[in-house]
């Protein structure tokens, strides 16, 4: 069992970010991994990016947006409860290296997968540029810390309640336009950002790393659920990637493959609801 | 009950039948299709054997069972010592019952088979463990004096079980590391519950665990921890990680949704009991007309699984013909009973699929035998302008997996073959790195539970004798 040993809700109770006691995954992880997790018996197994560890208390951060069941039934579990099964450190871990000048660009939950990148980049000596953002204001999560991982940051909201109006590929185009020396760009978030992203940067020139999420289930390169076309090659997100060369990826095929269980997915997850609404109403 | 045995007009005895779920009653649910013997029946049966004295049975059996011993025992009622003569060779008889190639094995070489049907070995031995599992006393074999030495098992599929199993009752100290949540290897993510019900599987670990295994599940090696890591810790490290890497068919189209290796295909509704969605939260794409690719036992379960998912056609393309298929005899049997359709001498070159991404078909070409290739079966090679659609909305590719690396690649001083397998000595498992053995499919490529399970004996009485006497 894996205990959750602090909690906190962000962005109005829509992501979650949990401690969770896993020392032996803890003293392994580096940036860019993920863990699979399975919250009881009848569970999914859900994979989640370590957005975070503390090696010396054998400890792992997950950040989370409550998407659909999965998800919603782990934001149930309250300090002290536990996971049932917590797999990993899986994938590769990021090639952190100096290259000088850096942009990182993070959208919605992805921002909690690109903090660990960004600060490692701006550890080994680059000058790190970070761009972020939300649709509104409420939704923007990890302000401070992208801010001490990075020189430079910009804040983007879709509906301009926070930092500049618009969205982040607007601003990567400024900040790609006035910085003619960037040597890499990290692109993490929703597939249709990536997907600009990695235009936009290939227009100028910019290698680009993107993290895919594909639907996973052993994380270990068993099953082949997790595959996407990279320069026509088929790869396996969960131990080939998940980050890959943004300018090679398939983003369309992995868009359709998402889709994979849409109509079981909505299902599975007004249930839940229906079965929580009642558990309210009983104690009530 | 001796005195009529010996009787000279003893009336031959026919193969005595399993009793068996209806094949149209049970291509609808995930019970297990064979009832088993009752008593009465596996007697009737073990008289059948006439105790040769040098049995040829024995010979097909890659770890040499006693089988006309443990006969003996069931015909005279017996049960106990029947399964005590099992277990002195195999530690999984339940299993090996169920799944073995018996045709191709043990009773294919049965002289009663020369003129009448076989003893129905497996079917004896699948009683003896059963009847013990659901009847017997609850016996544990004499476990040796501690010997503070320490084993580390990596994977918990037949070989890495056959390893825990030998060496917890020398007086080693074992703990098994399993990357999946759940113990058991391919026998509890692969075979699917109505050929081996998983609570068998989970009874042959928790007996492990009666003994004193430990089993570490989520552990996978390489990742969470390292072979070398291990070895800190451990006097000697076996690997048993199985063959996990899926093949695809290498065509256009295969990121349709719909299309899946049999590995996913399997695992989702074995493992993560797709099946039973929503009350299991893992969801499996719920095809009305499924086509799996291939010929073998995976073949099979893929197809007899879409049927109970609600498929209302399964087809089985494969390249070569019936006579070719390398499943064992009582899978195809069933598979046809209850409807799976076979489309031989079909080749897929690509898959179809509509707009939103779905899988609407596959694109196949006929084809004839010519020679035979390597493996002595004969060639097949397609027939130019011979295509042809059929209409599908899921397929299940299942022509086989290779090594998986994600350990391997992982452990600086294995040597590994051409195909990424581990080379080690096929006499003890040795493996080119100091102290660590391997066997079962990641030495040989996927095979079958007994040899795995045989590579397995010979690797802990290999670990066993570098334990004691440290060669
Ligand atoms: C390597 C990797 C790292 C990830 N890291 C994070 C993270 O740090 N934070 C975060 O919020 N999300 C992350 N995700 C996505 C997260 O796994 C999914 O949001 C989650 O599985 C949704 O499950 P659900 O039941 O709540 O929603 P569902 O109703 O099942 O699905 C909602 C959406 O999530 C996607 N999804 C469903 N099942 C899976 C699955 N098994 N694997 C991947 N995607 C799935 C589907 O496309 C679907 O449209 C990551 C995914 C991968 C592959
Ligand atoms: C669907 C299907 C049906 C089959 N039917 C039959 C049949 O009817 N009869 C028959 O004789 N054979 C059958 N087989 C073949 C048989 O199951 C295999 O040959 C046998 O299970 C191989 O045993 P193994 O111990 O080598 O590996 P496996 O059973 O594959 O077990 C390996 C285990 O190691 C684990 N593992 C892998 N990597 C790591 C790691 N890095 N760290 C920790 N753990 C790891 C895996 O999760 C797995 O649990 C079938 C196979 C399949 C897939
Ligand atoms: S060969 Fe057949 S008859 Fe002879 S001992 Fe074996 S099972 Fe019995
Ligand atoms: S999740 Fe199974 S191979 Fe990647």
């Known amino acids: 069992m894996f205990e959750i040993v602090e909690r906190e809700e962000m962005a109005q109770g829509t992501i979650i970010s949990n401690w969770v006691r896993a020392p032996k995954i803890a003293k392994k992880a580096k940036p860019g991994q993920f863990v699979i997790l399975r919250a009881n018996e009848t569970g999914e197994r859900i994979p989640l990016t370590m957005a975070d560890t503390d090696p010396e208390r054998g400890l792992i951060n997950i950040i989370y947006a409550v998407v659909g069941k999965s998800t919603a039934l782990f934001k149930t579990l309250k300090v002290g409860d536990a996971y049932l099964d917590v797999i990993g450190p899986l994938g590769q871990p990021t090639h ?23 600060r490692g980049l701006k550890q080994l000596g680059n000058h790190v ?30 509906d301009g309640s926070y930092g500049h109006k618009g969205f982040v590929t607007e601003m990567l185009k400024k900040v790609l336009t006035e910085n003619r020396d960037i040597g890499l760009a990290v692109c993490i978030g929703p597939v249709p950002m990536m997907k600009f992203c990695s235009q936009m940067t290939k227009e100028f020139g910019v290698k680009t790393l993107v993290s895919l999420n594909p639907i996973m289930l052993d994380g270990t390169g068993m099953c082949g659920c997790c595959r996407v076309q990279v320069g026509g090659r088929m790869q396996f997100a ?47 | 009950m001796s005195e009529e045995v010996k009787a000279p007009k003893k009336e031959k005895i026919p193969r005595q039948k399993m009793p068996e779920q209806d094949p149209q009653v049970r291509r609808h649910n995930f019970n297990e299709v064979p009832y088993g013997y009752t008593p009465e029946l596996a007697m009737k049966e073990a008289e059948r054997c006439i105790q040769c004295k040098d049995p040829r049975c024995k010979q097909g059996c890659p770890v040499e069972i006693d089988i006309p011993g443990f006969i003996k025992f069931i015909k005279e009622g017996d049960f106990e010592a029947a399964i005590r003569k099992l277990w002195e060779k195999n530690s999984l008889p339940a299993v090996c019952g169920r799944v073995c190639p018996q045709e191709i094995q043990c009773e294919g070489l049965c002289v009663v088979g020369k003129k009448d049907e076989p003893v129905a ?6 009683f003896a463990a059963d009847y013990q599992r659901l009847h017997g006393r609850d016996i544990l074999p004499p476990k ?123 695992t989702r509704s074995n493992l993560m009991r797709a099946y039973d969605f929503p009350n299991y939260d893992t969801p499996l794409v719920r095809g009305k007309k499924v086509a799996t690719f291939g010929g073998g036992n995976v073949a099979m379960d893929a197809a007899r699984t879409a049927l109970r998912m609600g498929a209302e056609h399964s087809y089985i393309i494969y390249r070569r013909s019936h006579a070719e298929l390398p499943a064992r005899a009582a899978e195809i049997h069933h598979a046809e009973e209850e409807g799976v359709e076979f489309l031989f001498l079909t080749n897929p070159v690509r898959f179809l699929g509509n707009e939103d991404g779905y899988l609407t078909g596959v694109e196949c070409l006929k084809m004839e035998l010519g020679e035979p290739d390597a493996s002595g079966r004969r060639r097949p ?78 690797a802990s009485n290999s670990i066993h004798d570098f334990l004691t006497y440290g060669w």
């Open chain 2, 381 to 458: 090679i397609p027939i130019p302008g011979s295509e042809f659609i059929v209409e599908i909305d899921t397929a299940v590719i299942a022509i086989g997996s290779g090594a998986n690396p994600l350990l391997t690649k992982a452990t600086p001083g294995l040597a590994l073959n051409k195909w990424g397998y581990i080379i080690a000595d096929p006499k003890t498992g040795k493996t080119m790195k100091p102290r660590v053995w391997a066997g079962g499919d990641i030495v040989t490529g996927a095979a079958t539970v007994i040899l795995a399970m045989g590579a397995g004996r010979l």
């Open chain 2, 121 to 126: 070995i497996g079917n004896l031995e699948r």
């Open chain 1, 129 to 158: 540029i970070a761009i972020i953002g939300a649709r509104t204001k409420e939704l923007l999560i990890l302000e401070d810390k992208m801010r001490a991982a990075s020189h430079e940051l910009h804040i983007c909201t879709d």
């Open chain 1, 238 to 284: 969960c131990v080939d990637g998940p980050e890959f060369d943004g300018h090679q990826v398939d983003f369309d095929e992995l868009t359709l493959r998402l889709r994979s269980y849409l109509p079981e997915e909505k299902l599975a997850y007004d249930r839940f609801k229906a079965s929580l609404g009642q558990g309210c109403s009983h104690k009530s």
């Open chain 1, 96 to 118: 952190l290296e100096k290259v000088g000048k850096v942009v990182c660009v993070g959208g919605g939950t992805g921002i909690a997968v690109l903090h660990p990148i960004t």
């Open chain 2, 144 to 266: 040796a004096p501690p010997t503070g030495k320490k084993v580390a098992v990596v994977g918990s599929g037949p070989a890495g079980l056959t390893v825990a199993g030998d060496l917890i009752l020398k007086g080693h100290e074992v703990t098994i590391f399993e990357a999946l949540h759940a113990p058991g290897g391919v026998l509890i993510y692969g075979i699917p519950e109505f050929r081996l019900p998983k609570e068998i599987v989970a009874h042959e670990c928790r007996y492990l665990e009666r003994l004193g295994v430990k089993i570490e599940v989520n552990a996978v090696i390489g990742r969470t921890e390292t072979v070398d890591e291990l070895l800190e810790r451990f006097d000697a490290v076996f690997l048993g990680v199985g063959a996990g890497l899926p093949m695809f068919l290498n065509i256009p189209g295969e990121h349709y949704i719909g299309v899946y290796s049999a590995n996913e295909y399997l």
